[in-house]
């Protein structure tokens, strides 16, 4: 115990047994030496350790002495406790000891000394501070969000009958280390000074330092670069060099804390042109893409505005990706001044284009015009256009246009009509049988192109032209029949007349099979089938409108088959066939020869028994030196070293003609076929195989009963080819380049080897 307090106590023991102090002055004078309002708690000289009291209060006739040992404690780690910012806490004191004191409480203890009470969680349950009692013995002071004005002193206070207890902790509050908004990707604009932030918050006050790319920025290496500041750091004169990862490390010694937060810095460009937008035609009905395209970094993004008004992408209206504007179907609505402005972080530019809707030309007035020879003719075209379309005119299968710019034939006038610029005039002067016809009005601008016929119509009585054809021929198929032939009669006329077919100053009525009459409007015909050589003759057509009438006398003559025999020569012989060439003879007659007929026979067997073909006259045969087509046939089927007759007759459409003289040639003795020749193609359209096609001119005189074909590998070494030879009937392997060799054999014997071709395989 105390010394002190052993004194006290030994002074009242003897007063009070001297008689001096009554058993209740005793025990009063007890409490008021022990008083816990007068005693400090952890002052040991008085009997009081951390709100703790140790003692003995003597017993009276009444109450026995008793033995005190009261206290309150605060339960922390330590009488300084940290706590942090914007967090919750909670701080018990717990009541223990013989006799425990109650009605604990806590109030907080102000630097000048002063208390304040805290108020119950259930008085005050929005108060940051306030007291929940637990239970008789414990009483918790509760934080809901630690503020930094919520540090300093509390103190825990319990009661016995006038005896109080208490017990203090202080609270520190700290703030740990945040970056607060600090935006992990920042920006600056190139050429710029840029302050990359960094927010650190923290308390005590954190010490901000910074690293580039994973080199310190310090005092050493800043420079006239950078410039620090507690809440960043400022690069002068932004480069491209100067974008990368930044670091910005806070660092709080006394609390033993460091803490990093990355940032990506990017330097921007602003945008700069690359396509600019430009005046732009687009032709209504079509679609159009109006140029914007500008580079920066990052990529811009693009604003379209007509006028004064943003452009919403929609069905008609897109901006692409590059910045393009997209306008589907042009209306003439859309024509006006637009504006594309591109844009990032960096800046923006703008500029402005004009877009004109082209109205494709569109004739509106073009008429047919009829009038009578040697009147004027006047056709007037009208069009309409953005920009107004030029207008020319062109007489149907001509090719010369008629305009206002260029010299024109001394018949046709081509002016503009008066007061309309759109409408351009073609007059004909004096219109004949020859203006009689189309004219092609053509409207052009840049939007396109239109084109109208009108035809003038000039009435005139009808009239048989040199054109006119006015000889027929056709010929007799047997005594009592001919070919029938179409007798026509087209004469010019306006309007298209009336038609009459006469024999003899007699009107020819339909008489078949002799006689019928049919036609299409403006043509007239007579199909003549002759019964006799009475039929040929002339024929009058007569013609007849209400301007007039004329008549075309034609005449229908007899033709023949050819009269004289073709010019027949040998070309080639072979063991099985012989070559000839024919030429048709030498005549007057109105129906070329069309063909031929050849007949061969042996020798000494009688005409009768000849065998004979037909070859029809190809317009593709060569041209002999006189000029005449020549037709090389071929007589097949022959037998080997055997004399045979030839000859040959012409034909036309009337038959066929006179025989020719005969002429006598042996067939070749049977040899060997003839080289075959390869007409397939040099390079193989399979991976695999080689499909050989070949033909063979002749076969010797005997029937080809095998053909041997033989290949060869062909090695490359450098530059030299090097050949190795395999035989076989197998094709090629599809790996190996190959020169195919064949063989034709009959029953005489073995053609020479030819060699075919070379076939490249490819893999």
């Known amino acids: 115990m105390n010394p002190m307090l052993l004194c006290l106590s030994l002074v009242s023991i003897l007063n009070f047994a001297a008689g001096q102090l009554s058993p209740e002055e005793y025990r009063q004078q007890q409490l008021r030496d022990f008083n816990f309002q007068n005693i400090a708690p952890n002052d040991p000289s008085r009997g009081f350790q951390g709100g703790r009291f140790t003692g003995l209060i003597p017993g009276d006739g009444r109450n026995p002495a008793q033995m005190i040992d009261s206290r309150v404690e605060v339960i922390a780690s330590s009488k300084r406790l940290e706590m942090a910012l914007l967090k919750g806490g909670i701080v018990s004191c717990r009541s223990a000891g013989t006799p425990a004191p109650t009605s604990l409480t806590w109030v907080r203890v102000h630097p000048d000394g002063a208390t ?25 002071l509760d934080f809901a969000r630690i503020r930094e004005e919520d540090s300093g002193r509390y103190r825990c206070m319990g009661f016995l009958p006038q005896m109080e207890f208490k017990d203090e902790i202080e609270i520190i509050t700290f703030q740990e280390i945040n970056f607060g908004l600090t935006k992990a990707t920042q920006y600056g604009r190139i050429y710029t000074d840029a302050k990359i932030y960094c927010d650190v918050d923290s308390i005590p006050v954190a010490d901000v330092s910074w690293e580039f790319n994973g080199a310190t920025v310090n005092n050493e290496n800043l420079g006239d670069k950078f410039d620090i500041a507690q809440d960043g750091i400022l690069v002068k004169n932004l480069t ?17 804390k460091n803490e990093r937060f990355p940032i990506h810095f990017i330097v921007t460009i602003p945008p700069t042109w690359l396509r600019e937008p430009f005046l732009t035609e687009g032709v209504r009905g079509q679609d159009i893409t109006m140029p914007c395209e500008a580079g920066g970094k990052p990529a811009p993004d693009y604003l379209w505005f007509k006028g004064t008004m943003g452009i919403t992408p929609n069905d008609r209206y897109q901006v692409l990706a590059g910045g393009d504007l997209r306008i589907r179907g042009l209306t003439a609505a859309d024509g006006g001044l637009y504006r594309c402005v591109a844009r990032n972080m960096a800046g923006e530019l703008s500029k402005s284009a004009e877009l004109i809707v082209l109205e494709p030309p569109r004739i509106i007035e073009l008429q047919n015009r009829t009038v009578d020879i040697g009147e004027d003719a006047l056709l007037v075209c009208e069009a309409t256009g953005n920009p107004t379309p030029t207008i020319k005119w062109r007489k149907i299968n001509e090719y010369k246009f008629y305009n206002t710019g260029s010299p024109n034939p001394d018949d046709i006038e081509v002016y503009m009509m008066e ?40 009435r005139f009585q009808p009239y048989f032209g040199p054109q006119a054809i006015r000889v027929f021929y056709t010929w007799m198929i047997t005594e009592n029949r001919g070919a029938p032939v179409n007798l026509t009669c087209f004469p010019e006329a306006f309007p298209h007349p009336a038609m009459t077919w006469r024999r003899h100053g007699a009107p020819v009525a339909d008489m078949e099979p002799l006689y019928k009459v049919y036609g299409t409007y403006g043509t007239s015909n007579l199909r003549v089938t002759p019964q006799s050589v009475n039929d040929f003759g002339l024929y009058m057509c007569e013609a007849a409108n209400d301007k007039g009438s004329s008549s075309l006398e034609v005449t229908l003559m007899r033709a023949y088959s050819p009269r004289q025999a073709p010019i027949l020569s040998i070309n080639q ?31 000494n067997d009688q005409w009768e028994s000849a065998r004979s073909a037909t070859f029809m006259i190809d317009q593709q045969d060569p041209l002999d030196r006189n000029g005449f087509r020549l037709t090389r046939v071929r007589v097949e089927g022959l037998e080997p070293g055997t004399p045979y007759e030839f000859a040959g007759t012409a034909l036309n459409s009337a038959g066929e003609g006179t025989r020719s003289t005969a002429i006598s040639r042996r067939t070749s003795e049977a040899s060997a076929p003839q080289p075959a020749e390869v007409k397939s193609r040099m390079d193989s359209q399979y991976p695999d195989k080689y499909l050989l096609r070949w033909v063979v001119t002749s076969n010797g005189g005997s029937p080809i009963n095998k053909y041997m074909i033989r290949w060869r590998k062909i090695n490359f070494s450098n530059t030299r080819i090097q050949f190795k030879t395999a035989y076989g009937t197998k094709p090629p392997r599809p790996d190996r380049v190959g020169a195919a060799v064949g063989q034709s054999c009959n029953q005489v014997l073995l053609a020479s080897v030819a060699l075919l071709s070379t076939a490249r395989l490819w893999l």
């Open 116 to 140: 304040e009470d805290i108020p119950l969680r259930t008085q005050s349950p929005r108060s940051n501070v306030r007291v929940e009692p637990v239970s008789q013995s414990e009483i918790r």
């Open 240 to 256: 491209l060099e100067d974008e990368g990862e930044y670091l910005c490390r806070a660092v709080v010694l006394s609390r033993n």
């Open 419 to 458: 007061g309309r610029d759109n409408a351009l005039a073609l007059r004909v002067r004096s219109a004949q049988r020859v203006h009689l016809s189309n004219y092609t009005c053509f409207a052009e601008n840049k939007a396109g192109i239109d084109e109208k016929n009108a035809k003038i119509e000039v």
């Open 573 to 603: 012989i072979y063991p099985d066939a012989i070559d000839l060439a024919m030429a048709p003879p030498v005549e007057d007659n109105v129906l070329n020869v069309t063909g031929y007929r050849v007949y061969w026979k042996r020798q």
